[in-house]
C-alpha cells in the first residue's frame, strides 16, 4: 500500500519566519494530495489540496509544490502567525483512499 | 452548510465496557470514514462506508465495527474496551467519489480506564 512520510516532526520557527514541510509518498498512483491543520483539541482542516496535474497552487500565505517525478510534496507557510501554530498533516489519495503522514508540531514563537 | 458532527464529544468508559460513537456526515455527502488518532501513531484508518457498504477497511480487530445508515449517518462500535483504545477517534465524510476532499468532525475523546 501507500507510505507516506512527513518531515520535520516538529518545526519552531520566529513569527514572521516561513516554514517549510515535506511529504514523500511511494504509489505513483497517487493523484490528490490535501493538506490539515490541527489546533489542539479540534479536529484536522483542510487547509490547501493539490491534484497531480498541477504543480503548485496558493492562497494567500500558503503554497504546495508537487514534484511527480521525485514523489514529494511540500507546504509552505510565509510570514508565520503565532496563530499558524498547530499540528499539520500531509495525505495522499488514490481513489477513494487516503494515506497520512505522521504530523509537524509548528510552533510560531511571537 | 453544516459540518460533520460527531456525538459525543467526550466519554470515559471501563475496560471490558463497549462504547458506540456517532457520526452525522455534511448534508449531501455519501461516504463516511473512521480513524483512531493517538499521540504516538498518528491518524490510522478503520472503515469507510459508502451508500450502506463498507467499502474500505483497515487493519484494526474485530472489536472495531461500524454500520452506515440509508441517510448516510454512521456509527462505529468498539467492544470489550481495552485501556489502548484510549484516543481521539474521528469522522470524515465525502461525496464519496475518487479524488474527493475529506472533511474531518471535531471528533470524540474516548478514555478507556
Known amino acids: 500500500g501507500e507510505n507516506v512520510e512527513q518531515h520535520p516532526s516538529t518545526l519552531s520557527v520566529q513569527e514572521g519566519d516561513s516554514a517549510v514541510i515535506k511529504c514523500t509518498y511511494s504509489?505513483?498512483?497517487?493523484?490528490?494530495f490535501p493538506w490539515y491543520k490541527q489546533e489542539l483539541g479540534k479536529g484536522p482542516q483542510l487547509i490547501i489540496d493539490i491534484r497531480s496535474n498541477v504543480g503548485e497552487k496558493k492562497d494567500q500565505r500558503i503554497a504546495v509544490t508537487l514534484n511527480k517525478t521525485a514523489k514529494h510534496f511540500s507546504l509552505h507557510i510565509t510570514e508565520t502567525q503565532p496563530e499558524d501554530s498547530a499540528v499539520y498533516f500531509c495525505?495522499?489519495?488514490?481513489?477513494?483512499?487516503?494515506?497520512f503522514g505522521s504530523g509537524t508540531k509548528l510552533n510560531v514563537k511571537p | 452548510k453544516a459540518g460533520v458532527t460527531q456525538t459525543p464529544r467526550y466519554l470515559i468508559k471501563t475496560r471490558g465496557q463497549q462504547v458506540t460513537l456517532s457520526c452525522s456526515p455534511i448534508s449531501g455527502h455519501r461516504s463516511v470514514s473512521w480513524y483512531q488518532q493517538t499521540p504516538g501513531q498518528g491518524l490510522q484508518f478503520l472503515f469507510e462506508y459508502f451508500s450502506e457498504t463498507q467499502r474500505n477497511k483497515g487493519n484494526f480487530p474485530g472489536r472495531f465495527s461500524g454500520r452506515q445508515f440509508s441517510n448516510s449517518r454512521s456509527e462505529m462500535n468498539v467492544s470489550t474496551l481495552e485501556l489502548g483504545d484510549s484516543a481521539l477517534y474521528l469522522c470524515a465524510s465525502s461525496l464519496g467519489a475518487a479524488g474527493n476532499t475529506i472533511y474531518f468532525g471535531e471528533g470524540s475523546w474516548l478514555t478507556v480506564v
Open positions: 495525505a495522499a489519495s488514490w481513489g477513494n483512499k487516503f494515506y
Open positions: 504509489d505513483s498512483a497517487s493523484n490528490y
